[in-house]
C-alpha cells in the first residue's frame, strides 16, 4: 500500500541486541571498509601500503584497547608520514578530510574506527 512508501527505510544489518555487536567484524565487513572510495586518497600516495596494513590491522583487532597489537604497523605508517611529510602537508591543505584520523588514540572510543567520511 501506499503508506509503506512513506515509512523510514530499516536498515536490516542492524544488531538486534547489543551483544551481537561484536559479530559484526566479519571478513566481507573488513573487505568492505578496505575497498572504500573514501580512502583512495590515502591508498593511492606515498604511503598506502603502510596505511592499509595499519587500518586492517586495526580493523581486525580484536584486543581492549583496539589497535594496540598494532603498533608497529602504526609506527611504520607514521615514519613514512614523515619521509613524505611534504606531499600529506599538500594533501591536507586540498582535502583536509583525505586523511583518516588512525593516528588518534585507538581507545578513545571502544567499537567504533575513528575515520570520517564526507558525502559531497
Not at 95 to 120: F, K, M, R, Y
Request: hydrophobic share 25%; charged share 25%; net charge negative.
Amino acid at each position: 500500500s501506499e503508506n509503506q512508501e512513506n515509512q523510514p527505510i530499516i536498515h536490516q544489518n542492524e544488531p538486534e541486541h547489543k551483544s551481537d555487536v561484536v559479530k559484526l567484524s566479519t571478513e566481507e565487513e573488513i573487505k568492505e571498509a578496505l575497498s572504500c572510495p573514501c580512502l583512495d586518497p590515502m591508498k593511492n600516495s606515498p604511503c598506502g601500503e603502510q596505511f592499509m596494513v595499519s587500518f586492517e590491522c586495526f580493523l581486525r583487532s580484536t584486543q581492549e584497547e583496539k589497535g594496540s597489537e598494532c603498533v608497529q604497523a602504526f609506527s611504520a605508517m607514521q615514519s613514512c608520514f614523515e619521509e613524505n611529510k611534504e606531499y600529506y602537508e599538500n594533501l591536507m591543505k586540498e582535502n583536509p578530510s583525505a586523511i583518516p584520523s588512525l593516528s588518534d588514540t585507538p581507545s578513545s572510543s571502544e567499537n567504533t574506527v575513528p575515520i570520517t567520511t564526507t558525502t559531497t
